[in-house]
């Protein structure tokens, strides 16, 4: 009774279900559980190496562009955090650092890491790799501060003389942000739970 | 195999996926998990008054920090404010739909929908009508829930405002204060009501609607 191998959650509603290979719908919402897990895989996969690839934009173009009498200087994330510790904002910085470089990373570290050990045989335990999917949900939406903060600022600097807006690095790291949450709404835990097995049959 | 009331008996936390019996609880009680500690189902059996009241609140709030100044800012005489619709006019601007839209979503439609949809629902189990259209609701905002950002848009908003400090005065607007209310009533609403109790409350008062198929 206390086993948890033939029981699953279903991730919209909640509620508890049984796991028996035909099951196709959650018995309380109708929400599709996937019989094959390989698909909930490369689904989460695909979006984490489509994320990943529009990471790299993200960080190269600038996403913001200042454009005070005429002269265009544009800064990227890293650049603009770089900027603000050198002012002596140092709160803001971390906040900027924190939302846009380590939140991207630590998530991208923690879906690799519980994709690669749902393939194989691993010592750690479910409880713990729950936990970190736990907070990969989490934290997700929270990197998006710096292109809101970009959105707000290009409103209110909006001046004849100085004009602040957003560049193509904004939209490639909003881009980033959607598919990492794609990604990790799209990872089935049960690829935690029972590990190895039913994904090792058919790859 | 179980069956399905076997099952209604069985809880799995969401945060660390343990699995747990329930246990009845009294009024006001909260059951929390044995491994990480968070609050998994509470009761109050005067649940849907509180928080439809709360879910009221909020919908006033979010259409007063929607509709009215967020901030102004003001530096050396030249005036510019903040508001929802000048924000979408400077994007189309600047040609910036991609973000346009995604800020449309998430900032607007998305919490727009949830509010709303939370108080059809309520209003609904308190009627006790409607039992097919309460139970799509409450999946489309198990849907919706992590999409909606307005809570990062507040950080943001401060970060900003922290930012233009050195250089402007900033005034703060009528939405602003209205934005602190949507969050504070959303953080409420979210702690008082999880899925699960909404869940259980609506099978209380429509009965068991899954057939088996």
Redesign the interface.
């Given at each position: 009774m206390?086993?948890?191998k033939?029981?699953i959650?279903c991730n919209?509603?909640?509620?508890?279900?049984?796991d028996?290979k035909k099951i196709e719908v959650c018995?309380?919402?109708q929400?599709p559980i996937s019989k094959n897990l390989n698909i909930s895989y490369h689904k989460t996969l695909a979006f984490l190496i489509t994320a990943i690839i529009l990471y790299i934009p993200a960080n190269i173009y600038p996403i913001l562009i200042s454009k005070q009498l005429g002269i265009n200087s544009e800064s990227t994330i890293l650049g603009g955090i770089i900027h603000?510790w050198e002012a002596g904002?140092y709160?803001?910085a971390l906040?900027?650092l924190l939302a846009s470089v380590f939140v991207p990373l630590l998530k991208f570290i923690l879906i690799i890491y519980l994709l690669i050990t749902s393939k194989y045989q691993d010592s750690s335990s479910?409880?713990d790799k729950?936990?970190l999917f736990?907070i990969t949900?989490t934290i997700?939406?929270?990197s998006?501060?710096?292109?809101?903060?970009v959105?707000?600022?290009?409103?209110?600097?909006?001046?004849s003389g100085i004009k602040i807006?957003?560049g193509s690095g904004?939209?490639a790291f909003?881009?980033m942000v959607?598919f990492t949450?794609i990604s990790a709404?799209s990872f089935d835990?049960r690829l935690?739970?029972n590990k190895g097995n039913s994904i090792n049959a058919n790859t | 195999?179980?069956s399905?009331q076997e099952?209604?008996n069985?809880?799995?936390c969401?945060?660390?996926?343990?699995?747990h019996e329930k246990i009845s609880l009294h009024n006001k009680g909260k059951a929390l998990c044995s491994?990480?500690n968070i609050v998994m189902y509470q009761e109050d059996n005067k649940m849907i008054d509180k928080t439809l009241a709360l879910v009221i609140a909020a919908a006033i709030a979010l259409v007063i920090a929607f509709l009215f100044t967020i901030?102004t800012?003001n530096?050396k005489g030249?005036e510019?404010s903040?508001t929802l619709s000048?924000?979408f006019v400077?994007?189309a601007e600047?040609q910036?739909y991609?973000?346009g839209v995604?800020?449309l979503f998430?900032?607007v439609l998305f919490p727009i929908i949830i509010i709303a949809s939370m108080l059809i629902l309520l209003t609904l189990m308190k009627l006790k009508k409607g039992g097919y259209l309460s139970?799509r609701l409450?999946?489309l905002i198990?849907?919706l829930r992590?999409?909606s950002?307005i809570d990062?848009?507040f950080?943001?908003?401060l970060?900003?405002m922290?930012?233009?400090f050195d250089y402007?005065n900033i005034e703060l607007g009528i939405s602003f204060i209205a934005f602190i209310f949507t969050l504070i009533l959303d953080i409420i609403v979210t702690k008082s009501i999880g899925?699960?109790e909404l869940?259980k409350l609506h099978n209380e008062i429509y009965g068991q609607i899954?057939e088996d198929s």
């Open positions: 206390k086993t948890h033939h029981l959650r919209i509603c909640e509620a508890v279900n049984n028996h018995r309380r919402c929400h603000l904002s709160p803001i906040i900027i479910r409880v729950h936990k736990y949900e997700g939406p929270w998006m501060v710096d292109v809101f903060v959105i707000i600022l290009s409103v209110l600097i909006h001046f807006y957003p904004a939209t909003a881009l959607f949450m709404l835990t935690i739970t | 195999m179980l399905n099952l209604d069985l809880i799995i969401k945060k660390c996926h343990t699995l491994k990480c901030i800012i530096i030249l510019q903040l000048s924000l400077v994007l600047h910036q991609v973000v995604m800020f998430l900032i139970k409450l999946i198990a849907h992590p999409w950002m990062i848009f950080l943001s908003l970060v900003a922290v930012k233009l402007a899925f699960y869940w899954n």
